[in-house]
């Protein structure tokens, strides 16, 4: 038995780990487990007399109204607002939506929607494992397979989106393609493709409706593409020296159901199936006002969009749209203590619903850690003053919020970084496999056509890409009525009186419309949210500013189709007055969608922005021409962006800091 002595720090440390319950739930609390069953089985029962498949593809909550949710969180003790899910099923070959209400614990039906435009709702996790099984037990695949030489056994699956190319709603069905990977002494089965092969599966029917045997392709070698440490064999990269995460007193923030407090911030944390991680009603606390001021309504991923850039007929439908075709949130991955997450990190469990509605439970769906890596909040050395050494260093402890998606082959770790000097920062890392694709060159030398990528390994090309992700981020600085101002950095011309001939200075440009906020900054250029009509004691407009992440131009045609789905790269800004029901920046239902509810569409209603509630598009982008440093496993590349207060406190509100 432990001595005594040893139990009291641990129970002192289950204690601050464990969730406190509100008073009352916070507005914008994901669906409890409970309540997804009432709302599935409540939409079930609109359904009693269909003979085909009723699929459930979004349960998520209603966003209550703005107006009221604010009331809310001003008077956190008042009721709880009332509660309503937005739920879209497959039915009949149609897409239905259906606002339920959860009033007294019961599910009632407040409203239904046939949706009668482009584009079908985010494939779940199931049907696609179904398209997978009906085209490896489909009798003339499997004879493909074996005339290859290849064993059935060995074949893995994985369903493809196949995006939109013209075709007229009418012809446009729900299909996925189905290609294939051998497993057979590897797990990495992204670089072992079977091309020359692949299946087309109606995913309303799910019946396999094409399969298509066009060529046998070369099969790279498995050696060397293992990334296992157990697989793994001597020479071994150098160890460092074990480096400890340690808070002997616990960490420093406070979890009430869904609501965090950490240091001078305050906010709401939540997980929805199509975007993962959603930060809301985020406000910090000013010591000089003594008050807790607004920051952000809500910010989340809208959209992330991945074109492949090989126009051949086995790669060019390769433009996926992945939260909403395959959903951020329903492809999270439990995160691993100690390694996705330090050794300090909380984890919280997620619930999505299931195909058929049942509730699906994620554990270590997402983690929050403070983190200290050694970096500096502010400092200074005073060397001027003769006899007198002055030297103040602050320590820079930040809270990350992390979730990790996979989509297919692909890794996405994504941060949210809370500051206490006011910035939030948000950061995409990619990491996971490469899309292998076959080929008969095993040297450099020998390539003498246009592959699309770099031959990375022999036999296998890395295919060139892109990676385009657009936050939305209803900032709401100080109040709702805010301005997006662009600070033009102008050169000027002296008038001669000193030796000087030229400097810079600002040039301010007060953005009133929709048109005009959309921007790819080729020139210095300083981007502002601003309240104008809250001051600082100097009278400056208290605002907050973007400094902007990895900016990549889309390359491709303006009428090329993915293009016209992935508009949403065409400017790296947005801007747009606060609508509810306006999240999508690649459109609500972009699964083979044709590109027509997208941010495009929706700026071009050009809209007042000015002194209005508005929010913040933001598209961050990476070209991805592969390199064999990247095979047989990425090593994780980072992009960002920030949100950093800009004249928002009347001086540094981190002067008072004490360092941890
Ligand atoms: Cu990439």
Redesign the pocket.
Known sequence: MAHPIFKIPILVFLFLFTSIPSISSHPFDPLSSLEIQIVTSTVKSKFTNIAQRLTFHYVGIEDPNKPDVLSWVANPRSPPLPRQAFVVVRANKQTHEFIVSLANGKGSIVSEHVYQGTGFPTLTLQEQEEAIEVSLKHQPFISSIEKRGLNISDVVGSAFSIGWYGEAQSETKRIVKVLFFYKESTVNVWLRPIEGIETTVDLDDMVLTELKDIHVSVMPKSEGTEYQASTMRPPFLAETKPILVNQPHGPSFVVRGHTVSWANWDFHLSFDMRVGVVISTASIYDIDQQKKRQVLYRGQISELF?PYQDPTEEWYYRTFMDAGEFGMGSSAVALEPHHDCPSNAMFFDAYHAGQDGTPVKLENAYCMFEKYAGDIAWRHTEAVIPGELIREVRREVSLVIRTITVIGN?DYILDWELKKCGTIKLSVS?TGI?EGKTTTYKHESEVKEEIYGLLVAPNTIGIN?D?FITYYLDLDIDGQENSFQKLKLKSFRTDGSTPRKSYWSVVSEEVKKELDARLRPTEPVELHIVNPNKKTAVGNKVGYRLIPGPMAIPLLSEDDYPQIRGSLCDYDIWVTPYNKSEKWAGGMYVDRGHGDKTLTQITEQNRDINNKDIVLWHTIG?H?H?SQDEFPIMPTLTGGFELRPTNFFDRNPILKMRSP
Do not use: A, E
Request: hydrophobic share 45%.
């Open positions: 991945v692909y990619l490469m890409h990676h990476f991805h592969p």
